[in-house]
């Protein structure tokens, strides 16, 4: 195998791989990716057994062939090469030199027929989707995934195609929900939703977030997920098992309900939530007539207080939150004002949009 390639679309594969390749395993050859040389092109893959990326790339191929090279070290090289373009040449033994200018490197690999084989894709029906409307629902939903491991049902996104063309993602670690629902006209095919595991979901974000215009697939097979978009295929397994009922979780409308400006409201958290107990970040959430409070006492530091005015008119009220779970749905949140409702100091809180439902959270209250 031997081919010449440009350093920047080499490095660019690479830095695919960094998420995925697994460099603690006990298979050492999941560390590495597969470089696969044909005419006029090369494709680099990256599999942890769990979620796999093929992407190909132009390169002038003097001798096809394969090997298997660490993914991290050879990504470190390429970045500090001296010239615009690279040469790998793969020697006896699976070595394989590096060359670029004056910069010569030769890199221990391991066999191209010892890299598992990706899950077969041909079953999955692929629809044609919009990158940026499913990178918004990724980062409206990402920080709700549970980070337990005990509750691995709840380690990803459940992604729930609607009767009406539209595509709802929901996420909750228990504590907190975001759904989001957007349009996503064609027939997946899939008789219930699928929940995506979270490593999966932000290899995804990242591809996304390289191009959001491209012309995107999304497709879903028996127990995989398949991603493709020019140049690139992405493959995931899903999470095997029944996603909780999310929504008994979802107030109807609450009792209370304040439009609050959304910038003001997550400057008020920032600065209350400095003097919240330790980790849990607890602050206080309190209606009164024309004003919302946010107050945290701590112990060892002493107390805070601010206030927003509100159009509010109804009984004075108390709830705990935790402040980071409040502050990570603002900081997604596009719209200018947020519709805050509540309930009793036992109910959770909703955010949304005004008027929109949309994408809605629910953060659930705590002992303060």
Known sequence: MEFR??????KKALYRAQGIVERKT???ILANVLLTANKGSITVTAFDLDIGIVSEHAADVSKPGAVTLSAKYVFDIVQNLPDAEVTLKKLANNYVDISSGSAHFKIVGMAAEEYPKLPKE????LVQISGN???EMIKKTQFAISSDETRYILNGVFFEPQSSGKVRMVATDGHRLSLIEREMSGDFKLKSGVIIPRK???????LLDEAPDAECHLGFAEN????????????MRLIDGQFPEYQRVIPKEGEKVVLV????????LKRIALLSADKSNAIRIGLEKGKLLITASNPDLGEARDALDVDYKGNDITIGFNARYLM???????TDEVSFELGDEHSPGVLHGPGDRSFTAVVMPMRV
């Open 5 to 10: 390639i440009a350093a920047d679309e080499l």
């Open 26 to 28: 006990t298979m050492p």
């Open 122 to 125: 041909e079953n999955a029906p």
């Open 133 to 135: 409307v499913l990178l």
């Open 200 to 206: 999966g979901l932000m290899e995804l974000k990242r």
């Open 224 to 235: 995989s997920a398949l991603f493709k978009k020019p140049g690139l295929t992405m493959v």
């Open 261 to 268: 400006p959304k910038v003001r409201l997550l400057e008020g």
């Open 328 to 334: 990570d749905v603002l900081g997604v949140t596009e």
